[in-house]
């Protein structure tokens, strides 16, 4: 299993764009990224995923560099809502559907 | 999407009891998934539960302490058993989408205070 590294936490101000990157050097070929936000009390919800160059929806891009050994989520004008807590995942989405969660970035947004 | 319910949201138990936890898809799924996350923590998954075959447990879970049921494809059960203050944290119930890898739908959660 690729082994992720992120930022434990990370302050920013509402309307800021905010980046939080995430390190995984050893990816395997099949493996896509993943990121899902927790808010206190609730279950994670998926947010985006990427295998490679930039995937953008409604809430938020991911950047994936060609190498692939990092990703960069990005929340376009955060708003007080979005503080809460985002995790990177990596896997191959393979019939065994396991993830594995990190430590996560705590991400408080602030008026 | 899947709408996923836990049943009970909360508890606070004795030690030494046992607790079952229900989880409700509304939805058929293959693939259902429960977790465990202390206080302050990341989750940790605790085993998979495929319909018609036995649980897979990860490592540090075994299925004494936590035996899972998996009746049909819409419900599944963990049991958290002879309990103690070091059980105290949420457990999860998370089913898999078909619609995109490493994509899951979580339900909201238990939970459980071991006194």
């Known amino acids: 299993l690729a082994k992720i590294t992120q930022p434990i936490s990370m302050d920013s101000y509402e309307g800021q764009e905010v980046n939080i990157t995430c390190s995984h050097n050893?990816?395997?070929?099949?493996?896509?990224i993943t990121w899902y936000q927790q808010f206190p009390s609730q279950g994670p919800r998926f947010i985006i995923q990427?295998?490679?160059t930039k995937v953008t929806n409604e809430v938020a891009s991911l950047f994936i560099p060609a190498d692939r050994k990092s990703s960069t989520l990005s929340l376009p004008r955060v708003s007080l809502s979005d503080t809460a807590v985002y995790y990177c995942?990596?896997?191959?989405?393979?019939?065994?559907?396991?993830?594995?969660f990190g430590q996560g970035t705590t991400l408080q947004v602030k008026p | 999407s899947a709408v996923i319910s836990q049943k009970p949201s909360r508890d606070i138990c004795q030690r030494g009891t046992s607790l079952t936890i229900q989880c409700q898809v509304d939805?058929?799924?293959?693939?259902m998934f429960w977790y465990r996350q202390q206080p302050g923590q990341s989750l940790t998954l605790i085993a998979t539960?495929?319909?018609?075959?036995?649980?897979?447990?990860e490592s540090g879970f075994v299925i004494d302490k936590f035996p899972i049921s998996r009746p049909n494809l819409t419900f599944s059960t963990l049991t958290v058993s002879n309990m103690s203050p070091e059980d105290s944290s949420i457990y999860l119930c998370?089913?898999?989408?078909?619609?995109?890898?490493?994509?899951?739908?979580f339900g909201p959660g238990t939970r459980l205070t071991v006194l």
């Open positions: 990427g295998y490679k």
């Open positions: 998370s089913v898999g989408a078909y619609s995109s890898y490493n994509e899951q739908f």
């Open positions: 539960a495929n319909q018609g075959s036995e649980a897979t447990y």
């Open positions: 995942l990596v896997g191959d989405g393979s019939n065994t559907g396991k993830l594995i």
């Open positions: 050893n990816i395997a070929t099949n493996d896509y």
């Open positions: 939805s058929q799924v293959t693939m």
